[in-house]
């Protein structure tokens, strides 16, 4: 869920972001890091 929006001026990662959006078609440190998240808030 985006708290601020897509274009809130304070995004921590844009330039990664960018990146990773040109590379593999999707933020994918953001998918990877909430897909462990989950698995380990899992109880």
Do not use: C, N, Q, S
Not at 11 to 40: C, H, N, P, Q, S
């Amino acid at each position: 869920k985006e708290v601020h929006g897509e274009d809130f001026p304070g995004e921590t990662f844009r330039v990664l972001k960018e990146k990773e959006i040109r590379l593999y078609g999707e933020f994918r440190t953001r998918r990877l890091v909430l897909a462990m998240w989950d698995r380990l808030t899992r109880k």
